[in-house]
């Protein structure tokens, strides 16, 4: 009888993927709220690394007509002392049904494994990027040139000489030019035969010579050009600012701040671009271009000077980073002291040269936890951005002094809006 | 006799000639030796991620896409990873060819009882049990799926995902209510229909009597009774089939509403015969493979070490712990399946004087295959335990029988136990378990008030007094009311039709009405 063995081992796996991402959307409001649970408890590091998480099993039941109560009979093997007529105590309710084949309730919580793009899509999901006017820039496709065929005009550089070639050998086989092999073999033949051939002979070859004279080896219609598009393409790669101020009132709580911050904001560009840099940008009264652990950790003291650092960004951008290449985002983090004398050029540098080259501009205000950062007056550079924003800049800006406020915070910088509203303060 | 160029395989490993030497060898023990006569088989051999694939969509090769099968995947994913749960080494289906999964992970030895089990144990069964053939259509369940895969996508691209969803979700909360428990009436066709009146006919003539004429009669029904009745059997009322019911009558589904319903109804319908007979499709399976492994040994086909690991496996599956046991959970299929099919064998061959009056028909015959052909041909797990299973089995499994009445104080009581007195008790009481009548809820469609709110009036009766579950009957009603679009109520009344619990509800607009 026919038997068949078949091999499904190399079939496409994960056949029940669509099943699981029906599964997920549907949950989603449930796995989101999960997913922002599991992430406060996390560094901000293996925030993103997937893992378990566990949704409770009411929203996604699936109800049946289930009977319970009343009256049960049930028959069970291994009797080792009783007899007819015995009575037995039934188990106490907290102890669960004994023997009692229970109907399997399971755990009232469903526990399953989300993997890592699963849960950076959910954990970004209802983020988006900032709805400011130079949207637009964001999207900003540039030019890229496409192979598309062949052409019969062109630039001489563009000749295709393989197309070309074949081209000119087809047409001569199908046109049947003489090939010289073959005049020059009548040649020698005519060199060793008799009178009358050799008439003949040369007869022949002066006619193939004139048939292969009248068929170019290569004519210009065989020529190709190989042709080339220009089409769009999106720009998909971004750089990221990491402005910090670490002059000597700043602690390492505000800088650990500021670091969850850019994270999350790395995190959040890198699921959108292809390619992200990252600056780091740190300044006390002078302002240098660091990597990041002199950022996060370097010892540094001085005054504060905030336009130092935006001239330090304004600079880069202008040597490395055009505009029309990059999307910029920048971030700065600063306890918001800067020198009074400074406002007027740190407005200026802001307002003129940083944010309208910049997708977008967040500025977060750290203070020290359980401090009464938001009783006090307004620092001096929030006072100025205040400003600056009441006067149409697109600057966004939140305070911060807790650890758990900064996926809040960054959640609501970057909350999708409706399509004119603007980031509200 | 040993010579070990006779082997099927050496070791462990194996390659696809390997697989084709075991099935031919099994195959050559199973028609001879047992007489079986099985589907052509198909064996496909997959990873572990493929199985827990097949475990979410209820082991069917291709079936449509819904959430619930992405939620049950998840769930066992996770309980796999953590070496909560073991897999299958196979999962069979009943379809021709009968396709048997086998993991690639098996050893030599486990493909051989595998194949032993799945390719000719359950095909056996599927082939020849009466529930099978009566409600499944093996040659066409594949293509049938198939079908139902392209049709619920196609319904998404049409009229939306959401609203296929909502459709689905309350067909499957409706599943085990969409089964049809007997055989349909037959179509009778007309010619046939106009002989049987004129036979009536001839029957009333020859026996008439004016007689009867005088005889006084009861009062006469009312108009009302009358269109009641009329509407009921207009409606082909009661119905306990409430998806077919819904497919046939609901007034305002769409009609690719009606054929989801109908698809949902048409795979409960297929698994129904599967729920009826796991103990003895199970017992017929592990029967089967073990005769053809204890052959195959014998014949020195496999090595001593290879049966040897076989016997351990083959241990493991028909294990069955006692009720105080804390890995007791409940009967395994598989043990009292084994377990009886190795008794009717005993009695048949060998039989002693309880045997010969308890199974008159069958004690002593010696005809063991004959049988057992018969007996997975004509039984179902109900039956074929009320039917056979035997007081020495009973003595040995040492069982008895618990009555647990909540309004008894002084405890639960032992009402039977493996002795004289109790032996057809206990084998009526553990039946009863397998009965799918005391299984699912016995809820019928009773009538639909026409004339006033349309209103789908349902009845649960109530037995031993087990109610419905209140949060998870509201949510089902609430499916069921989206479907009917109109109100539902649901009774529930004990036998003396004493009303328990009323539910009544009111759909939710669905998105596929506007």
Same mark, same amino acid.
């Given at each position: 009888?026919?038997?068949?063995?078949?091999?499904?081992?190399?079939?496409?796996?994960?056949?029940?993927?669509?099943?699981?991402?029906?599964?997920?959307?549907?949950?989603?409001?449930?796995?989101?709220?999960?997913?922002?649970?599991?992430?406060?408890?996390?560094?901000?590091?293996?925030?993103?690394?997937?893992?378990?998480?566990?949704?409770?099993?009411?929203?996604?039941?699936?109800?049946?007509?289930?009977?319970?109560?009343?009256?049960?009979?049930?028959?069970?093997?291994?009797?080792?002392?009783?007899?007819?007529?015995?009575?037995?105590?039934?188990?106490?309710?907290?102890?669960?049904?004994?023997?009692?084949?229970?109907?399997?309730?399971?755990?009232?919580?469903?526990?399953?494994?989300?993997?890592?793009?699963?849960?950076?899509?959910?954990?970004?999901?209802?983020? #988006?990027?900032?709805?400011?006017?130079?949207?637009?820039? @964001? &999207?900003?496709?540039? $030019?890229?040139?496409?192979?598309? +065929?062949? *052409?019969?005009?062109?630039?001489?550089?563009?000749?295709?000489?393989?197309?070309?070639?074949?081209?000119?050998?087809?047409?001569?086989?199908?046109?049947?030019?003489?090939?010289?092999?073959?005049?020059?073999?009548?040649?020698?033949?005519?060199?060793?035969?008799?009178?009358?051939?050799?008439?003949?002979?040369?007869?022949?070859?002066?006619?193939?010579?004139?048939?292969?004279?009248?068929?170019?080896?290569?004519?210009?219609?065989?020529?190709?050009?190989?042709?080339?598009?220009?089409?769009?393409?999106?720009?998909?790669?971004?750089?990221?600012?990491?402005?910090?101020?670490?002059?000597?009132?700043?602690?390492?709580?505000?800088?650990?701040?500021?670091?969850?911050?850019?994270?999350?904001?790395?995190?959040?560009?890198?699921?959108?671009?292809?390619?992200? #840099?990252?600056?780091?940008?740190?300044?006390?009264?002078? @302002? &240098?271009?660091?990597? $990041?652990?002199?950022?996060?950790? +370097?010892? *540094?003291?001085?005054?504060?000077?905030?336009?130092?650092?935006?001239?330090?960004?304004?600079?880069?951008?202008?040597?490395?980073?055009?505009?029309?290449?990059?999307?910029?985002?920048?971030?700065?983090?600063?306890?918001?002291?800067?020198?009074?004398?400074?406002?007027?050029?740190?407005?200026?540098?802001?307002?003129?040269?940083?944010?309208?080259?910049?997708?977008?501009?967040?500025?977060?205000?750290?203070?020290?936890?359980?401090?009464?950062?938001?009783?006090?007056?307004?620092?001096?550079?929030?006072?100025?951005?205040?400003?600056?924003?009441?006067?149409?800049?697109?600057?966004?800006?939140?305070?911060?002094?807790?650890?758990?406020?900064?996926?809040?915070?960054?959640?609501?910088?970057?909350?999708?809006?409706?399509?004119?509203?603007?980031?509200?303060? | 006799?040993?010579?070990?160029?006779?082997?099927?395989?050496?070791?462990?490993?194996?390659?696809?000639?390997?697989?084709?030497?075991?099935?031919?060898?099994?195959?050559?023990?199973?028609?001879?030796?047992?007489?079986?006569?099985?589907?052509?088989?198909?064996?496909?051999?997959?990873?572990?991620?493929?199985?827990?694939?097949?475990?979410?969509?209820?082991?069917?090769?291709?079936?449509?896409?819904?959430?619930?099968?992405?939620?049950?995947?998840?769930?066992?994913?996770?309980?796999?990873?953590?070496?909560?749960?073991?897999?299958?080494?196979?999962?069979?289906?009943?379809?021709?060819?009968?396709?048997?999964?086998?993991?690639?992970?098996?050893?030599?030895?486990?493909?051989?009882?595998?194949?032993?089990?799945?390719?000719?144990?359950?095909?056996?069964?599927?082939?020849?049990?009466?529930?099978?053939?009566?409600?499944?259509?093996?040659?066409?369940?594949?293509?049938?799926?198939?079908?139902?895969?392209?049709?619920?996508?196609?319904?998404?691209?049409?009229?939306?995902?959401?609203?296929?969803?909502?459709?689905?979700?309350?067909?499957?909360?409706?599943?085990?209510?969409?089964?049809?428990?007997?055989?349909?009436?037959?179509?009778?066709?007309?010619?046939?229909?106009?002989?049987?009146?004129?036979?009536?006919?001839?029957?009333?003539?020859?026996?008439?009597?004016?007689?009867?004429?005088?005889?006084?009669?009861?009062?006469?029904?009312?108009?009302?009774?009358?269109?009641?009745?009329?509407?009921?059997?207009?409606?082909?009322?009661?119905?306990?089939?409430?998806?077919?019911?819904?497919?046939?009558?609901?007034?305002?589904?769409?009609?690719?509403?009606?054929?989801?319903?109908?698809?949902?109804?048409?795979?409960?319908?297929?698994?129904?015969?599967?729920?009826?007979?796991?103990?003895?499709?199970?017992?017929?399976?592990?029967?089967?493979?073990?005769?053809?492994?204890?052959?195959?040994?014998?014949?020195?086909?496999?090595?001593?070490?290879?049966?040897?690991?076989?016997?351990?496996?083959?241990?493991?599956?028909?294990?069955?712990?006692?009720?105080?046991?804390?890995?007791?959970?409940?009967?395994?299929?598989?043990?009292?399946?084994?377990?009886?099919?190795?008794?009717?064998?005993?009695?048949?061959?060998?039989?002693?004087?309880?045997?010969?009056?308890?199974?008159?028909?069958?004690?002593?015959?010696?005809?063991?295959?004959?049988?057992?052909?018969?007996?997975?041909?004509?039984?179902?797990?109900?039956?074929?335990?009320?039917?056979?299973?035997?007081?020495?089995?009973?003595?040995?499994?040492?069982?008895?029988?618990?009555?647990?009445?909540?309004?008894?104080?002084?405890?639960?009581?032992?009402?039977?136990?493996?002795?004289?007195?109790?032996?057809?008790?206990?084998?009526?009481?553990?039946?009863?378990?397998?009965?799918?009548?005391?299984?699912?809820?016995?809820?019928?469609?009773?009538?639909?008030?026409?004339?006033?709110?349309?209103?789908?009036?349902?009845?649960?009766?109530?037995?031993?007094?087990?109610?419905?579950?209140?949060?998870?009957?509201?949510?089902?009603?609430?499916?069921?009311?989206?479907?009917?679009?109109?109100?539902?109520?649901?009774?529930?009344?004990?036998?003396?039709?004493?009303?328990?619990?009323?539910?009544?509800?009111?759909?939710?607009?669905?998105?596929?009405?506007?």
């Amino acid at each position: 009888m026919a038997i068949h063995i078949v091999d499904r081992r190399l079939n496409p796996g994960s056949k029940s993927l669509e099943n699981r991402q029906r599964f997920l959307r549907r949950a989603k409001a449930l796995v989101q709220g999960a997913v922002k649970k599991s992430s406060q408890d996390r560094d901000i590091k293996d925030v993103l690394e997937g893992g378990e998480i566990s949704i409770p099993l009411d929203g996604m039941d699936e109800p049946r007509f289930r009977r319970e109560g009343g009256t049960r009979d049930m028959v069970l093997p291994g009797n080792k002392k009783f007899i007819e007529g015995d009575m037995l105590p039934r188990p106490s309710q907290g102890g669960g049904k004994g023997s009692g084949p229970g109907e399997g309730d399971s755990e009232d919580a469903f526990r399953f494994v989300l993997s890592r793009d699963e849960f950076v899509d959910l954990f970004l999901d209802d983020l #988006e990027l900032p709805d400011l006017a130079k949207r637009k820039l @964001a &999207e900003a496709e540039s $030019e890229g040139i496409q192979r598309a +065929g062949y *052409a019969t005009s062109g630039s001489p550089a563009n000749i295709s000489i393989s197309r070309t070639v074949s081209r000119a050998m087809a047409r001569r086989v199908a046109l049947r030019r003489p090939r010289p092999e073959a005049i020059a073999e009548l040649e020698a033949e005519a060199e060793t035969c008799d009178e009358a051939r050799r008439a003949e002979l040369l007869a022949e070859i002066e006619t193939l010579k004139a048939k292969a004279r009248r068929i170019p080896f290569i004519d210009p219609i065989d020529i190709r050009y190989r042709r080339f598009e220009s089409v769009p393409k999106p720009v998909a790669q971004a750089v990221m600012f990491c402005l910090m101020d670490v002059s000597g009132s700043m602690s390492e709580h505000m800088k650990d701040l500021a670091k969850r911050f850019y994270m999350l904001l790395y995190v959040f560009l890198k699921r959108r671009y292809r390619h992200v #840099e990252i600056v780091f940008i740190r300044h006390t009264d002078r @302002a &240098e271009e660091v990597d $990041e652990d002199t950022f996060f950790h +370097g010892p *540094a003291s001085g005054g504060t000077l905030v336009s130092s650092a935006l001239q330090a960004m304004h600079d880069i951008v202008r040597s490395r980073f055009r505009p029309a290449d990059w999307n910029i985002y920048a971030a700065q983090a600063s306890d918001g002291d800067n020198m009074t004398s400074d406002s007027p050029v740190t407005g200026h540098l802001l307002t003129d040269m940083i944010l309208p080259v910049c997708q977008f501009f967040a500025y977060l205000e750290v203070g020290e936890a359980a401090n009464y950062t938001f009783d006090m007056p307004d620092s001096s550079l929030w006072t100025l951005y205040e400003r600056l924003r009441a006067e149409g800049a697109p600057l966004s800006m939140r305070k911060v002094s807790e650890r758990s406020e900064i996926f809040p915070v960054f959640h609501d910088l970057f909350q999708r809006r409706g399509k004119h509203e603007r980031a509200a303060p | 006799m040993t010579e070990t160029a006779d082997r099927l395989f050496q070791g462990a490993d194996w390659d696809f000639p390997t697989l084709q030497r075991i099935h031919d060898a099994c195959e050559k023990i199973a028609r001879s030796e047992l007489g079986l006569d099985v589907y052509p088989n198909q064996i496909e051999v997959i990873t572990a991620e493929q199985m827990l694939d097949a475990y979410s969509s209820v082991g069917m090769p291709l079936f449509y896409k819904h959430w619930s099968f992405g939620k049950h995947f998840a769930f066992q994913e996770a309980s796999y990873r953590k070496g909560l749960m073991g897999l299958a080494y196979e999962i069979v289906i009943n379809s021709s060819p009968c396709i048997s999964y086998l993991m690639e992970e098996n050893t030599a030895t486990m493909q051989t009882l595998v194949i032993a089990h799945a390719a000719f144990g359950h095909n056996h069964f599927f082939k020849n049990n009466y529930l099978f053939k009566q409600w499944t259509d093996a040659d066409g369940i594949l293509d049938y799926l198939e079908f139902a895969k392209g049709y619920v996508a196609q319904c998404e691209e049409r009229h939306g995902r959401q609203a296929v969803e909502q459709t689905m979700d309350a067909a499957h909360a409706l599943m085990s209510h969409g089964i049809d428990r007997y055989p349909g009436k037959k179509n009778l066709d007309l010619r046939a229909e106009e002989k049987r009146a004129g036979q009536r006919r001839l029957h009333e003539e020859s026996v008439f009597n004016d007689l009867w004429r005088t005889v006084p009669t009861g009062p006469a029904k009312t108009s009302a009774v009358l269109s009641v009745e009329r509407r009921r059997t207009l409606l082909g009322l009661p119905q306990e089939n409430i998806l077919y019911f819904l497919e046939k009558s609901a007034p305002r589904l769409q009609p690719w509403q009606r054929e989801l319903l109908r698809i949902v109804r048409h795979i409960a319908q297929y698994f129904y015969p599967q729920s009826q007979t796991k103990v003895m499709n199970e017992g017929t399976a592990t029967y089967v493979h073990y005769r053809i492994m204890t052959h195959l040994h014998e014949q020195g086909q496999i090595s001593d070490g290879n049966f040897l690991e076989f016997l351990q496996s083959h241990t493991n599956v028909v294990f069955q712990p006692d009720f105080d046991d804390p890995r007791f959970s409940g009967f395994n299929p598989y043990a009292l399946g084994f377990a009886m099919m190795q008794d009717i064998e005993r009695i048949v061959t060998s039989p002693d004087d309880e045997d010969r009056e308890w199974f008159p028909e069958i004690a002593g015959t010696g005809d063991t295959m004959g049988v057992l052909r018969s007996v997975w041909a004509n039984y179902r797990d109900e039956s074929f335990i009320t039917q056979f299973l035997s007081p020495r089995l009973m003595r040995r499994l040492r069982l008895f029988h618990l009555h647990d009445d909540p309004a008894e104080t002084a405890g639960i009581r032992v009402d039977a136990i493996h002795d004289e007195r109790g032996y057809r008790r206990v084998r009526r009481e553990l039946a009863r378990q397998y009965d799918v009548g005391y299984i699912d809820a016995n809820i019928e469609v009773v009538d639909v008030d026409l004339a006033g709110d349309r209103r789908l009036m349902l009845r649960h009766t109530v037995v031993k007094g087990a109610q419905l579950n209140e949060v998870d009957t509201r949510r089902v009603l609430q499916h069921l009311a989206d479907l009917w679009s109109y109100d539902v109520s649901l009774v529930e009344t004990d036998t003396a039709d004493k009303v328990l619990k009323e539910y009544v509800l009111s759909p939710r607009t669905m998105a596929a009405a506007a």
